[in-house]
T-cell receptor
Framework: KAGVTQTPRYLIKTRGQQVTLSCSPI?????VSWYQQTPGQGLQFLFE???????NKGNFPGRFSGRQFSNSRSEMNVSTLELGDSALYLC?????????????FGEGSWLTVV | DAKTTQPPSMDCAEGRAANLPCNHS???????VYWYRQIHSQGPQYIIHGLKNNETNEMASLIITEDRKSSTLILPHATLRDTAVYYCIVRVGTSGSARQLTFGSGTQLTVLP
């Protein structure tokens, strides 16, 4: 069974540009969430989607957005990139959005903003 | 939110059991304890989770105290590949913000040859 797949794995963008990251959850999983990891702030929750609806959002500016498609695949977008957006962006999936459901993470997308 | 407290670092000899403690004294009755680990530059890897009973899988054992205020992750025979940051997480509630995982600083486990 394939794990959570994230693309691209590495990318470099310039300040002011926008970026779109993609996530394919484990087959059958309907909940997809996104996290940002930086050396200074650690792992922080961005948002979570379940059945194409955003169910929860972390404390990030509106430049960070996401969506989920009918096949549960998800994308996140960061507009007007800032140097501080350089981070590892992690996607995670679970069967359902319930406490007892295990959440599995992908390998992440490394974003460098220059 | 229920918070967790973990030692910042621990060492363990290769082949010995690694026992990683976690304090979660404010945990509520319906909150699960999850353990993940992260090897540098990789995504967090799920290890195990539990509610009140001890749990065991092919990777580790989770021992939760009877009052549920603390737990211990046990790696029975640590190898060099177990060197990683280990996160103990209490998943809060059942609605809204409850679905997210709130990561603390974790414990850096170093397995020594």
């Amino acid at each position: 069974k394939a794990g959570v797949t994230q693309t691209p794995r590495y990318l470099i963008k310039t300040r002011g540009q926008q970026v779109t990251l993609s996530c394919s959850p484990i087959s059958g999983h309907r909940s997809v969430s996104w996290y940002q990891q930086t050396p200074g702030q650690g792992l922080q929750f961005l948002f979570e989607y379940f059945s194409e609806t955003q169910r929860n959002k972390g404390n990030f500016p509106g430049r960070f957005s996401g969506r989920q498609f009918s096949n549960s695949r998800s994308e996140m977008n960061v507009s007007t990139l800032e140097l501080g957006d350089s981070a590892l962006y992690l996607c995670a999936s679970s069967f359902g959005a319930f406490e007892g459901n295990t959440i599995y993470f992908g390998e992440g997308s490394w974003l460098t903003v220059v | 939110d229920a918070k967790t407290t973990q030692p910042p670092s621990m060492d363990c000899a290769e082949g010995r059991a690694a026992n990683l403690p976690c304090n979660h004294s404010t945990i509520s009755g319906n909150e699960y304890v999850y353990w993940y680990r992260q090897i540098h530059s990789q995504g967090p890897q799920y290890i195990i989770h539990g509610l009140k009973n001890n749990e065991t899988n092919e990777m580790a054992s989770l021992i939760i105290t009877e009052d549920r205020k603390s737990s211990t992750l046990i790696l029975p025979h640590a190898t060099l590949r177990d060197t990683a940051v280990y996160y103990c997480i209490v998943r809060v509630g059942t609605s809204g913000s409850a679905r997210q995982l709130t990561f603390g600083s974790g414990t850096q486990l170093t397995v020594l040859p």
